[in-house]
T-cell receptor, first 112, second 111 residues
Framework: KAGVTQTPRYLIKTRGQQVTLSCSPISGHRSVSWYQQTPGQGLQFLFEYFSETQRNKGNFPGRFSGRQFSNSRSEMNVSTLELGDSALYLC???????????FGPGTRLTVT | GIQVEQSPPDLILQEGANSTLRCNFSDSVNNLQWFHQNPWGQLINLFY???GTKQNGRLSATTVATERYSLLYISSSQTTDSGVYFCAALNYGGSQGNLIFGKGTKLSVKP
C-alpha cells in the first residue's frame, strides 16, 4: 500500500505570494491532519479534516486555510506569505481521528 | 490542553550502548505515538502505544497510562539510530483532536 504523498517536496516563494500544498493520504484513510515544523516552535498542529469536514484548527492566522476533497486528498493554502512561514509542512493520514497517524515526506517551503 | 514533555533533550551514546527516552504527558490520552525523524525530515512511525508494552527488534516501548508517561528503549544502539525521536499524544475530546508533540530527544550514536 502506498504511503502518504505530498507535493511539491520543495518550494521557494517570495513574500506576499500565496502557495498551495497537496497531500494524498493512504488509500482508505479518511482523516488528514497538517502540521508545521520550525526550529523555533517545533511541530505545531494546523488543521484536521475528516470526511471533508474541518474538525479542528490550530492557533494560526486566517492566512492559513485548507480543505479536503471527496477522495480524502487535502490541500492547504497560505496567502500573503511572510518570512516566518518558512517551514517544513507535514501531512498525516489515519483511518479515524484517534487512530495511528502516518506522515508524508513533507513540503519544505522557503519564503524569501 | 495536553502538555507533552520529553527527556533528555540530547543524548550521546557509544555504539552498542542502551538508552531510555522518556515522555511525560499531562492528561489521559487516546493515542500515544513515538516517531524517529530522518535526516530528510520525514517522521517514521516507531510505535502506536496508548498503553501497554510493545517490541520491534532492538526497540521497545512502554506506556503507563495511569501514571501518564511512556518510555522508549533502544538496545545495542547503532549509528543509524541517530536522529531526533519525538513522542506525540492525542486526547480526543473538548477542544483538541490532534497530536501534541514533545520537543524531541536528539540522539547521537558515535562509532
Amino acid at each position: 500500500k502506498a504511503g502518504v504523498t505530498q507535493t511539491p517536496r520543495y518550494l521557494i516563494k517570495t513574500r506576499g505570494q500565496q502557495v498551495t500544498l497537496s497531500c494524498s493520504p493512504i488509500s482508505g484513510h479518511r482523516s488528514v491532519s497538517w502540521y508545521q515544523q520550525t526550529p523555533g516552535q517545533g511541530l505545531q498542529f494546523l488543521f484536521e479534516y475528516f470526511s471533508e469536514t474541518q474538525r479542528n484548527k490550530g492557533n494560526f492566522p486566517g492566512r492559513f486555510s485548507g480543505r479536503q476533497f471527496s477522495n480524502s486528498r487535502s490541500e492547504m493554502n497560505v496567502s500573503t506569505l511572510e518570512l516566518g512561514d518558512s517551514a517544513l509542512y507535514l501531512c498525516a493520514s489515519s483511518l479515524a481521528p484517534t487512530a495511528e497517524q502516518y506522515f508524508g515526506p513533507g513540503t519544505r517551503l522557503t519564503v524569501t | 490542553g495536553i502538555q507533552v514533555e520529553q527527556s533528555p533533550p540530547d543524548l550521546i551514546l557509544q555504539e552498542g550502548a542502551n538508552s531510555t527516552l522518556r515522555c511525560n504527558f499531562s492528561d489521559s490520552v487516546n493515542n500515544l505515538q513515538w516517531f524517529h525523524q530522518n535526516p530528510w525530515g520525514q517522521l517514521i512511525n516507531l510505535f502506536y502505544i496508548p498503553s501497554g508494552t510493545k517490541q520491534n527488534g532492538r526497540l521497545s516501548a512502554t506506556t503507563v497510562a495511569t501514571e501518564r508517561y511512556s518510555l522508549l528503549y533502544i538496545s545495542s544502539s547503532q549509528t543509524t539510530d541517530s536522529g531526533v525521536y519525538f513522542c506525540a499524544a492525542l486526547n480526543y475530546g473538548g477542544s483538541q483532536g490532534n497530536l501534541i508533540f514533545g520537543k524531541g530527544t536528539k540522539l547521537s550514536v558515535k562509532p
